[in-house]
């Protein structure tokens, strides 16, 4: 214990130089930039400002694109509650019950929540780095395919507590959004599926481009065709910050979510976009009113919040103590390591003890930074849904346009956003929700390559699911949650066929 | 004021005020989900029905796509027995037109800003600076309470501020307007 | 709405003659933007390798030099941009082993990169290595060998027709064992399992596990190249090991679309030269695992060239194809 106070003293003498404080302002500024942005990542920046970092000093550089990658984490939060466009898989559990509270006149208040959930999570994933790293590493090794696999119907079973209208529906916009994570070529064979040659879709769908045409495009069809439901946003704005009172309100979601997210965040292959959900389900499963949920609850997202911000730093871990990076910002940050001499793996810990210590010193001011950049960017960003929608709507179409491009300056993943846009407006005239369809359509694409590669593994036996204790387990929670949802509402059919 | 929006995103219960009955009464708004559910599932089938179906380790590339399509056929089954008692509602109108504006303005911009080769006839590469506003422009003509000067302003300045933004401060590598600077 | 945009289109191309179509004289070049193409996304290790290469060559050349991301299509969407593109020097391509040489064996490409490519320069060479998990308990590439013949060994791989897999292929081919094959989406997740005793073993890029095998998490058997690799200088070749035959590595190559006016290439392969030879691009180059290379031109056509027949086999016994 006191080890890791030294550690972390040694980390925040590191890190609290001028110098580094700025590195890491510039980037958290940069990150909630690009963040804010849609369709402009994280990945894209980072890796356009790598050139840039040999000439920096290694802590400095690593701590800013450090700073870039939470920035944009909690950027990407601000663009799903103002506007329903979730940049990021993570992002998509915000936006449900975020975006009903910016109907509301409550965006302050979503936005203060989100911060200061995240900064709340931030510092207890710090310490959670500094103090567990090594055995949080042994954790995500545990998961090989076919523990992953299980995992992932489990988190597909709890996409299904996402819903808050029909069970049937949402059952099959969750396996509608699998299927549609399967077209593309086939990563075992490289061979096309359901692409109808075109080139466009040779490499899938990318989340973001189903993000913005399924939300961000479907969102505005729906606003032009009910005129009448669109302008309420800039009648009321309410507070800005939430009261203490609220805060109290919303601690035990948003400690709850922190520690979802912490132990998700270490899992391979970004094992991380569970966790907003994992916590969703949970807030949803332990409220009071868990009808309301899908209506603006603020638990429902400042816990989803927390667990995101607490995930993005956790999956830091296998990176700094395996060199490992889980997801593609992460093998960035491997890069920048590699150029700046340093090599990533269990040694960076005993060689380059201030960088390590600093680094993971550094998320915690980077928190502190987000709060003290995005408070009061609070009040301008809520002034910005006082633009008259005939302005904003262009203006939004015009920056999901330019994101989507970037993407991979491709003209046609601008096109499928727009006819994505299409699907969005019809999933809402037949009342479908669309958060299950996003959540199974980023599961899908890691269950399928799990489920090969297991089978691959045990030569096609299923019974690799069940022989794991730890995938048998997962399987078996899985199941126990399904039960939970379907029984209520099998009952609760049941008492409307009664009173009817 | 706020309350008349909360409810909108509301399923299984009667919208208010009650909507107008649908002219289809037999085909109401959950029966049409339904059916939709139905017609994308064989969709899915047709779209895979080339993959096989074993692979190596016994799952081939058209296992998942089959079986996620029959799911979802029968779960389209499902909605429209679960539903069937119900009282029909409409799905509201479906003001298509309205949207084409929008729609318009974001192909614009996909073909403007690379140029795009249609065969008979090609667009050049305009950019940036041409894209941008061809996008916001047509979009905002999708708004019944369009202003043209307002909106044509505003499409002025927010592409200088656009251009500022990703070509020169995200440093992106997008074409800003190569008929008139070169790149 | 079709005529408008034909009218409109029709308008904009005049007035793009008029203002730009200057011809494009070489002592002028570059006159602007050199664009870069990459057939991957931003983030993976050939964009870490043309971005740097792009900061170096943009100082050789003296113009401003800018990195495209254009994946798709199994990274042959670069090839089709870069041979699609005009011939005047502007647009470049890095091309690795997998678009240039293994990618014609497998798929029905639209642009054979062999016959609309210029090879410019080949700029970097990065050997593999051979790592085993904790699962397997050998110590020598031998013992490895010997292992997979008693009984099959699965080994992950960073995707399908990757370096990674090829390099993991062409072994099992020339010892004659049967090795089962677990693709994965890059090195990491592939490691991530390796580590954790899912599989047996697998051949990587030695900056992906170089940490690791410091660290003795993970046993290097052998590296893949001719010869032995500076940071790993203990660990013997595959070729020492009882597969004389047998070398692979990454490699990655500047390239243009076919018919580079003369003056112009002959400026872009100057400046390629100068960017191999700056201590600053070698150092990190070195850093990234990789030597640079020195093939320039018709060395680099011929290296390609069979490199494809090569690859061609091991993909054509392996029997992988799409159709």
Redesign the interface.
Known sequence: MMAMFEHLGLGLSVAFTLQNIFFCFIGCLIGTLVGVLPGVGPVATISILLPVTLSLDPTGALIMLAGIYYGAQYGGSTTAILVNIPGEATAVVTAIDGHEMAKKGQAGLALGLAAIGSFIAGTFATIVIAALAMPMTKLGLLFGPAEYFSLMIMGLVLAVVLAHGSLVKALAMIVAGVLLSCVGADMETGRERMTFGLQMLTDGIEFVVLAMGVFGFGEIFKNLADPEKRDVMRGTIGRLLPTLKELRQNLGAILRGTGLGSILGVLPGNGAILAPFASYALEKRISDRPQDFGKGVPQAVSGPESANNAGAQTSFIPLLTLGLPPNAVMALMVGAMMIQGIVPGPQVIQNNPDLFWGLVASMWIGNLMLVVINLPLIGVWVKLLKVPYRLLFPAIVAFCCIGLFSISNDAGQVIMAGILGLLGFALYKLQFEAAPLALGFVLGRLLEEKLRQALIISDGSMTTFLTSPLSAVLLMIGLVALIIAVLPSMRKSRDEIFTD | MTQEVIHVDLPARPPTPPASPPSYPWLGRERLAGLSLVVFGLFGLWAGSDLPFQGEGGVGSGLLPRALSIMIILLGLMQIAVTWNDRAETTGSWPIRDMLPVLIGVFLFAITIRGYDFGAFSVPVLGMAVATPLSIIFSGIAAKDVRYGELLIFAAILTVVCIALFRYALGLSLAVAPWLIGY | ?LKF??RF?LA??V??IS??ALPAMAQDYP???V?IVVSY????GT??IA??F??RFEKALGGRV?????????AN?GTDVAAKSDPDGYTLLIGNQGPMVVNPH??KLRNDPAETLDPIAMIADATLVVVAGPRLQVHSMQELLKQAKAGEL?YGSA???SASHVATLLMGQMAEIKL???????A??A???L?????DFMVTTV??????I??G?LKALAVTGKDRFAALPEVPTVAESGLPEYSASAWYGLLGPKGLPEDVRTKVADATAKTLADPAFIE?LR??GGVPSHLVGQAFADFMAAERTRWGEVVKAAD?K??
Do not use: C, W
């Open positions: 709405m945009t034909r289109s904009v191309s007035a793009t203002l730009a006159s602007k933007p664009t996304a931003a983030g993976g964009d870490a971005r740097v792009a900061a800018i990195v495209e991301n254009r994946p798709g299509a199994a969407m497998i798929f699965v995707g399908n027709a089962k094959h677990v693709p994965y989406k890059g990491g997740p490691i991530n399992d580590l954790g005793g899912h599989i900056p992906s596990v170089i940490g690791l410091q660290d998490t990190s850093k990234d992988i799409v159709e």
